[in-house]
């Protein structure tokens, strides 16, 4: 990780077993204690995201932004490029409205000028002044797997008293653990802080604990299991390759056996021949070595473009020096140690032997032959738990596209319109805002309908309690919340029972709510809900209003495709029934009857005729975001996809290679069966089913090396197992008619052969 001393840096997260939550941000209150207790850490940071509209400088823009809390800086040994970071006396609320700027913001909208340093921006209306630049590069844990960082860094405070702070948790925290103490000793330690909390604060505090993991491992152990498997699958490719190499290098020798005995006799030493034949070994080697490097350079940047935006630091992949000549040392440590054996052998010949006639049999002997067969069947073995392991992928991704996520993504665009706090503050400014926009979009040529809806399908939701009137509050009264603008269904193509949301929904109307087939199918399953109402929070909290359900949807899969619905409810946008502004839109989705990509222009101009500074933001058709939610399977299915192709031909090749040196070989030996009056179909059957007694025996030991290995890939598997009997089938199928291929090719060709040709020829 590119932070100083980083094996001493961990994340704490709390988690509370008795509401079965594994893992949750940390409490600004307990923070503020644990801050309070100097022999805990060395230094300890917290951050809090958030975004803010930058307006004043060209269009306006939302940009990310970190609060962060004094120890940021020292615990990621973080140094501004130009100018400083915050002072004690910034930290306190009324002087926290001073910025430091990302490196790439800089260069972006600012040109690199120095210059910004004591200027002003505009930020949600208010006016911040900037006092530093932060270092190129430089991300946060957080941001590992993205392109760029945050843009801005705010001094973090706490405008309430810990008290009403405790019950809330929005926090992330890494503290850089002390020299003296360990892991455990630091959990032991939160862990105690946590029970004389519970017992000072029961309310708040009841059944919270503190959970400390290594920072690395937090932020690879999601993508860990795919690199490895990826990693084993380079493995076997190169274990194939290396069985090929060790082949060739064998029929190669056995072709040079009688010059290197004519060598020897006329007086050339062992070391001599040795080296000769190591020259040629690493001629092949460099030779390999420039293309191989050239396939990278061209290759590197296909995969990028393909690959998951979200894999730690995937943005610093590339061609480095290091990997080069990490590269060549394979390479060359591949053909010494696969080439030093037939090297070996051929450099030290039988004169008596090889001057002779028959030399041409002997280097066919059977030892050599048994040799190059196990090297032939462990290729085929290889290959075949390769393509085992992407044909389980290829199945699992086809099982993942086949899902319904609910709604028809085609001809749909959606765009990020978030309403600053500062100038919307008030649920119905918010409402009016998006009232009007809808009013100039729906009326677009080539705009089928418009709505607004607080989050995108695959793109994550908010949930909490709710309780229904007549029956008492449990634990699993828990469900997602979205405001929406009457069309929303309609524009997603949801299919509705009951009534839409109408215009007519208002403030001043009847609290209506709309309930997902999840949410109908868990809580009233036995009876029809139209006229059940619910309300937001629990049955006897009086600040919510009770919401009458006129209509259950279909479900829609928020959490990603693999994730199973949640019991969800809807309620009109311009019914404020909460005061959260995280349930309030953000999101406007058009469903079009032209290109969705045309009508982005005219769209930013019909919003900002409404407002000028509000910016927008993630202009994506549905498409893009059905594509994007699959981009990890996909990229993990391409890549052991062609790894599992290159070990297939390196395999054909490999048995094709060994039938042609035996043809070869055995010249003599046809020439005199066919002589004697053996069938073309008979010679044909004969090579053939040598070539195939291997790959046959290499397929079986293949599928057992595959039972074993693929079940470390079951994490990775989604809708099948990794025993599934079609892919198994399949791909044994695939390799045994390609390695029929590789079998008939040579020997059609030793079908040919002219007996008084061949037995002149020996």
């Given at each position: 990780?590119?932070?100083?001393?980083?094996?001493?840096?961990?994340?704490?997260?709390?988690?509370?077993?008795?509401?079965?939550?594994?893992?949750?941000?940390?409490?600004?209150?307990?923070?503020?204690?644990?801050?309070?207790?100097?022999?805990?850490?060395?230094?300890?940071?917290?951050?809090?995201s958030?975004?803010?509209?930058?307006?004043?400088?060209?269009?306006?823009?939302?940009?990310?932004?970190?609060?962060?809390?004094?120890?940021?800086?020292?615990?990621f040994?973080?140094?501004?490029?130009?100018?400083?970071?915050?002072?004690?006396?910034?930290?306190?609320?009324?002087?926290?409205?001073?910025?430091?700027?990302?490196?790439?913001?800089?260069?972006?909208?600012?040109?690199?000028?120095?210059?910004?340093v004591?200027?002003?921006?505009?930020?949600?209306?208010?006016?911040?002044?900037?006092?530093?630049?932060?270092?190129?590069?430089?991300?946060?844990?957080?941001?590992?797997?993205?392109?760029?960082?945050?843009?801005?860094?705010?001094?973090?405070?706490?405008?309430?008293?810990?008290?009403?702070?405790?019950?809330?948790?929005?926090?992330?925290?890494?503290a850089?653990?002390?020299?003296?103490?360990?892991?455990r000793?630091?959990?032991?330690?939160?862990?105690?802080i946590?029970?004389?909390?519970?017992?000072?604060?029961?309310?708040?505090?009841?059944?919270?604990?503190?959970?400390?993991?290594?920072?690395?491992?937090?932020?690879?152990?999601?993508?860990?299991?795919?690199?490895l498997?990826?990693?084993?699958?380079?493995?076997?490719?190169?274990?194939?390759?290396?069985?090929?190499?060790a082949?060739?290098?064998?029929?190669?020798?056995?072709?040079?056996?009688?010059?290197?005995?004519?060598?020897?006799?006329?007086?050339?030493?062992?070391?001599?021949?040795?080296?000769q034949?190591?020259?040629?070994?690493?001629?092949?080697?460099?030779?390999?070595?420039?293309?191989?490097?050239?396939?990278?350079?061209?290759?590197?940047?296909?995969?990028?473009?393909?690959?998951?935006?979200?894999?730690?630091?995937?943005?610093?992949?590339?061609?480095?020096?290091?990997?080069?000549?990490?590269?060549?040392?394979?390479?060359?440590?591949?053909?010494?140690?696969f080439?030093?054996?037939?090297?070996?052998?051929?450099?030290k010949?039988?004169?008596?032997?090889?001057?002779?006639?028959?030399?041409?049999?002997?280097?066919?002997?059977?030892?050599?032959?048994?040799?190059?067969?196990?090297?032939?069947?462990?290729?085929?073995?290889?290959?075949?738990?390769?393509?085992?392991?992407?044909?389980?992928?290829?199945?699992?991704?086809?099982?993942?596209?086949?899902?319904?996520?609910g709604?028809?993504?085609?001809?749909?665009?959606?765009?990020?319109?978030?309403?600053?706090?500062?100038?919307?503050?008030?649920?119905?400014?918010?409402?009016?805002?998006?009232?009007?926009?809808?009013e100039?979009?729906?009326?677009?040529?080539g705009?089928?309908?418009?709505?607004?809806?607080?989050?995108?399908?695959?793109?994550?939701?908010?949930?909490?309690?709710?309780?229904?009137?007549?029956?008492?509050?449990?634990?699993?009264?828990?469900?997602?919340?979205?405001?929406?603008s009457?069309?929303y269904?309609?524009?997603?193509?949801?299919?509705?029972?009951?009534?839409?949301?109408?215009?007519?929904?208002?403030?001043?109307?009847?609290?209506?709510?709309?309930?997902n087939?999840?949410?109908?199918?868990?809580?009233?399953?036995?009876?029809?809900?139209?006229?059940?109402?619910?309300?937001?929070?629990?049955?006897?909290?009086?600040?919510?209003?009770?919401?009458?359900?006129?209509?259950?949807?279909?479900?829609?899969?928020?959490?990603?495709?693999?994730?199973?619905?949640?019991?969800?409810?809807?309620?009109?946008?311009?019914?404020?029934?909460?005061?959260?502004?995280?349930?309030?839109?953000?999101?406007?989705?058009?469903?079009?009857?032209?290109?969705?990509?045309?009508?982005?222009?005219?769209?930013?101009?019909?919003?900002?005729?409404?407002?000028?500074?509000?910016?927008?933001?993630?202009?994506?058709?549905?498409?893009?975001?059905?594509?994007?939610?699959?981009?990890?399977?996909?990229?993990?299915?391409?890549?052991?996809?062609?790894?599992?192709?290159?070990?297939?031909?390196?395999?054909?090749?490999?048995?094709?290679?060994?039938?042609?040196?035996?043809?070869?070989?055995?010249?003599?030996?046809?020439?005199?069966r066919?002589?004697?009056?053996?069938?073309?179909?008979?010679?044909?059957?004969?090579?053939?089913?040598?070539?195939?007694?291997?790959?046959?025996?290499?397929?079986?030991?293949?599928?057992?090396?595959?039972?074993?290995?693929?079940?470390?890939?079951?994490?990775?598997?989604?809708?099948?197992?990794?025993?599934?009997?079609?892919?198994?089938?399949?791909v044994?199928?695939?390799?045994?008619?390609?390695?029929?291929?590789?079998c008939?090719?040579?020997?059609?060709?030793?079908?040919?052969?002219?007996?008084?040709?061949?037995?002149?020829?020996?």
């Amino acid at each position: 990780m590119p932070y100083e001393k980083p094996e001493r840096l961990v994340s704490i997260w709390e988690h509370n077993p008795q509401e079965g939550i594994e893992q949750f941000s940390v409490s600004p209150a307990n923070f503020l204690t644990w801050v309070q207790e100097p022999e805990l850490f060395d230094q300890v940071a917290a951050w809090q995201s958030q975004n803010l509209t930058l307006t004043g400088v060209n269009e306006p823009e939302q940009l990310n932004c970190k609060r962060v809390s004094k120890g940021f800086f020292q615990v990621f040994g973080l140094i501004p490029a130009i100018g400083r970071s915050f002072l004690s006396e910034e930290e306190q609320p009324g002087h926290d409205q001073v910025v430091l700027l990302s490196y790439s913001l800089w260069q972006r909208r600012f040109g690199g000028d120095p210059q910004v340093v004591a200027q002003s921006l505009t930020l949600d209306g208010k006016s911040y002044r900037v006092v530093g630049v932060l270092p190129a590069g430089f991300r946060s844990p957080d941001e590992f797997g993205a392109v760029e960082g945050s843009s801005l860094l705010i001094p973090l405070t706490f405008n309430g008293s810990q008290e009403e702070m405790r019950g809330l948790h929005y926090l992330l925290v890494v503290a850089r653990l002390r020299r003296t103490s360990t892991l455990r000793e630091t959990e032991a330690n939160l862990d105690g802080i946590a029970h004389r909390l519970e017992q000072e604060f029961p309310d708040s505090h009841r059944g919270w604990r503190v959970r400390v993991i290594p920072l690395k491992q937090d932020l690879v152990s999601n993508y860990r299991p795919a690199l490895l498997v990826l990693l084993g699958a380079v493995g076997f490719v190169l274990l194939i390759a290396c069985a090929n190499v060790a082949n060739l290098l064998l029929a190669q020798g056995a072709a040079q056996h009688r010059e290197m005995a004519i060598r020897a006799a006329l007086g050339a030493g062992r070391v001599r021949l040795l080296g000769q034949l190591l020259t040629q070994n690493l001629l092949l080697a460099l030779s390999a070595g420039v293309l191989g490097t050239l396939l990278a350079l061209w290759g590197t940047d296909l995969l990028l473009a393909l690959a998951p935006t979200d894999v730690p630091r995937l943005y610093e992949a590339g061609v480095s020096s290091r990997l080069l000549a990490f590269a060549l040392l394979i390479s060359l440590s591949t053909i010494l140690i696969f080439g030093l054996g037939p090297a070996l052998q051929i450099s030290k010949p039988d004169l008596n032997e090889s001057l002779k006639e028959t030399g041409r049999a002997l280097a066919g002997s059977l030892s050599r032959n048994r040799f190059r067969s196990l090297l032939v069947i462990a290729e085929v073995a290889l290959s075949l738990v390769l393509l085992v392991g992407a044909g389980l992928l290829v199945r699992s991704f086809r099982a993942i596209q086949a899902i319904d996520p609910g709604y028809r993504a085609e001809n749909l665009l959606a765009m990020n319109i978030e309403p600053p706090p500062s100038k919307y503050g008030e649920p119905q400014q918010r409402a009016s805002f998006f009232k009007q926009v809808l009013e100039r979009v729906q009326v677009l040529p080539g705009v089928g309908s418009a709505a607004v809806v607080t989050n995108l399908p695959l793109r994550g939701s908010r949930g909490g309690s709710f309780g229904i009137q007549g029956r008492p509050q449990t634990r699993d009264l828990d469900a997602e919340f979205r405001a929406i603008s009457p069309d929303y269904f309609k524009t997603m193509k949801i299919p509705l029972l009951g009534r839409q949301f109408t215009s007519g929904d208002e403030r001043t109307s009847l609290p209506v709510a709309i309930i997902n087939k999840t949410l109908q199918q868990r809580f009233f399953s036995s009876e029809n809900p139209l006229g059940k109402r619910i309300k937001f929070g629990t049955a006897d909290s009086g600040m919510m209003p009770w919401l009458t359900i006129v209509g259950v949807v279909g479900d829609v899969r928020h959490e990603g495709l693999t994730t199973e619905p949640h019991a969800e409810a809807f309620v009109p946008y311009l019914q404020p029934t909460t005061v959260d502004v995280a349930f309030l839109p953000r999101e406007l989705v058009v469903r079009t009857a032209i290109d969705p990509a045309s009508l982005i222009p005219t769209l930013r101009r019909e919003v900002w005729a409404v407002d000028k500074d509000q910016p927008i933001s993630k202009v994506r058709t549905f498409k893009q975001l059905l594509s994007d939610s699959l981009s990890a399977q996909r990229f993990n299915m391409l890549l052991l996809s062609v790894f599992g192709l290159v070990g297939l031909f390196l395999a054909a090749a490999g048995v094709y290679g060994v039938l042609s040196y035996s043809v070869a070989q055995r010249i003599h030996e046809i020439g005199i069966r066919m002589a004697l009056g053996a069938e073309r179909r008979a010679v044909l059957k004969l090579i053939v089913g040598e070539g195939m007694v291997l790959a046959l025996i290499g397929v079986g030991i293949g599928l057992i090396g595959a039972l074993v290995l693929t079940r470390l890939m079951s994490g990775l598997l989604f809708g099948i197992t990794a025993t599934d009997r079609m892919t198994y089938v399949g791909v044994s199928l695939l390799l045994a008619g390609v390695a029929l291929l590789a079998c008939y090719i040579p020997a059609r060709r030793a079908t040919k052969v002219d007996p008084l040709v061949a037995l002149r020829y020996e």
